[in-house]
């Protein structure tokens, strides 16, 4: 079956459908947002040479990473709560267009002051587009492969964003940093030709409602729902860990006694992708009913990992299996948290995205700010207690909430 064969989705406005969605549509979503998360990431590896080019200190440059996450916040807040009102598809190609102009100019700009307010642009514009694509897709599927196919897209995601440092780096080293972002203006082109072409028109289910009433609803869905408090947090405690670690490693990494090149660095992407593709399991262990016991081991790998990495400077053979059993541990956490989340009804998918991602966002932006600050007064050493002090905090929340209420 063709993508342009699937049953539109705008038949099936008010209930989930029950067919099985086309691997060829699920690849789609993974590969679609994987692609547009990429572009909130590219910038980690390139903080040192953004530092130079723009004279920002390397404890301040960790701002860059923090206004990607305050655009991310914006774009919780005011952008993916639409696709609950407007048909997903048409709000995604305007999204994508306009996020094009943003790479562009971060590409171009030598105006520090300009390269911020695009920054956050790119991450409010990226985050909308990701989110977007994870709701349709949590959607367009039946509730008993939800799992299964969040857990693929949500790897989709996972592998574009480890990927998109070795690309950066890459890229950064041949030609510089700023084609970067003008090549990512490029393949953005060429996926929104794609979407435009294989997705159909999807139907919001939820009842029209005024754009205020619809952006506080999800503090409703938040003050009611315990699932998503509680999922919530531990995103905002697993998302510090992974900007903590991938923020501080650029700077380990380039100075001696390693000067590595961007490119060795990014390559410390393809080693997490390992852990990725086994984190996408996590969605079946949730179908199954094994999300908290998928959530309480995935949160000892946590721990395990900052120990590991603690070792790096006696042997980068500790850094390599540290990066693998960190990211396996925070994706299986991921995965298994959005599959649970989406358990409400489809008509509220956005919503529930903007209002977990939410978490997710501070996490990010606190951790990078954190980590660069850390590791200039403390190094890679005060880096890994830090993370390691996260980790064990997330463990503790967890305890906690599941004694407190085993449905969570």
């Known amino acids: 079956m063709s993508l342009d064969q699937c049953q ?15 691997r060829g549509l699920v690849g789609l979503f993974a590969c679609a947002s994987g692609l547009s998360v990429a572009n909130v990431y590219y910038a980690q590896p390139l903080l040192d040479q953004v530092a130079a080019d723009f004279a920002i200190s390397q404890a301040a440059v960790g701002g860059v990473i923090t206004a990607t996450q305050i655009g991310s916040v914006l774009a919780l807040l005011l952008i993916v709560p639409l ?21 562009f100019c971060v ?30 897709a949590a959607t367009a ?36 940093w700023r084609w970067v972002y003008l090549g990512a203006a490029l393949v953005m082109l060429l996926l929104a030709f794609t979407l435009w072409k294989s997705l159909v028109p999807q139907r919001p289910s939820a ?13 409703t869905l ?53 852990g990725a593709l086994a984190a996408a399991r996590a969605g079946v262990l949730a179908d199954r009913g094994l999300g908290q016991w998928t959530t309480g081991l995935s949160l000892g790998l946590l721990l395990l ?55 997710y966002a501070v996490g990010s932006g606190l951790g990078a700010l954190a980590s660069t600050t850390l590791y200039t007064l403390y190094g890679w050493t005060g880096v890994c207690v830090l993370g390691g002090s996260v980790s064990l905090a997330a463990l503790a929340f967890w305890g906690v909430t599941l004694k407190g209420d085993q449905r969570t």
């Open 8 to 22: 539109p989705l705008d038949t099936l406005p008010s209930r989930a459908p029950t067919h099985s969605m086309p």
């Open 83 to 103: 696709g609950d009102q407007m048909d997903r598809r048409s709000l995604m190609l305007k999204q994508i267009v306009t996020l094009i102009g943003a790479l």
């Open 107 to 136: 590409g171009i700009t030598h105006s520090s002051a300009v390269m911020l307010v695009s920054m956050l642009g790119i991450g409010l514009l990226g985050t909308a587009m990701t989110q977007g694509l994870i709701a349709y």
């Open 141 to 176: 599927c039946s509730a008993q492969e939800r799992g299964r196919v969040v857990g693929t897209v949500q790897g989709g995601v996972v592998i574009g964003l480890l990927l998109s440092r070795l690309a950066a780096g890459l890229i950064a080293d041949i030609a510089g």
């Open 207 to 219: 009842a029209p409602m005024p754009y205020p009433k619809l952006v506080f609803s999800m503090f």
């Open 222 to 274: 938040l003050k009611n729902d315990r699932v998503l408090q509680v999922r919530g947090m531990l995103a905002l405690f697993i998302f510090a860990v992974l900007s903590i670690f991938w923020s501080a490693l650029v700077f380990l990494l380039t100075n001696p006694p390693y000067n590595f090149s961007h490119t060795t660095l990014g390559s410390f992407g393809l080693v997490g992708v390992v």
């Open 305 to 359: 990992a900052w120990v590991l990495l603690a070792l790096t400077p006696y042997s980068i053979a500790w850094l390599v299996l540290g990066v693998v059993i960190l990211d396996l541990g925070a994706q299986a956490i991921h995965v298994t948290n959005q599959s649970m989340i989406f358990s409400a009804s489809t008509g509220s998918h956005s919503r529930i995205v903007g209002c977990y991602m939410l978490f």
